[in-house]
């Protein structure tokens, strides 16, 4: 079965780091944009940041853009956030995903139901004292 698996999340304090990280099972993440999207309770899925398969291009949603860092291992088949000077409203269940690029990185990364290919579990990130 095709699937990405999420991990790195759990309970840090405000102003900690954390790293989470996207690995794919059983298919190659090389041509495909990978997202991560986070949910808060009661709030709609986001976009977080993308990252891009044709020239690593990067996109980041203004709320977390300067904290956070997306990047790709293809050796590793696996994508990586990494998370600085989390916040409490950082705190969310956070989702990768995958999709063939079809359209411009911002365009798809503010709109997480256009990404119809493969979609992680999600892990918790909790922000708090």
């Known amino acids: 079965q095709l699937q990405l698996v999420e991990s790195g999340g759990g309970l840090v304090q405000p102003g900690g780091s954390l790293r989470l990280s996207c690995a794919a099972s059983r298919f190659t993440l090389n041509n495909y944009a990978i997202g991560w999207f986070r949910q808060a309770p009661g709030k709609e899925r986001e976009g977080v940041s993308c990252?891009?398969?044709?020239?690593?291009?990067?996109y980041y949603a203004d709320s977390v853009k300067g904290r956070f860092t997306i990047s790709r291992d293809n050796a590793k088949n696996t994508v990586y956030l990494q998370m600085n000077s989390l916040a409490p409203e950082d705190t969310a269940v956070y989702y990768c995903?995958?999709?063939?690029?079809?359209?411009?990185?911002?365009?798809?990364?503010?709109?997480?139901?256009?990404?119809?290919?493969?979609w992680g579990q999600g892990t918790q990130v909790t922000v708090s004292s």
């Open positions: 995903a995958a999709e063939y690029p079809f359209s411009t990185l911002q365009t798809m990364c503010v709109v997480p139901q256009v990404w119809r290919g493969y």
């Open positions: 990252i891009s398969s044709i020239d690593g291009s990067t």
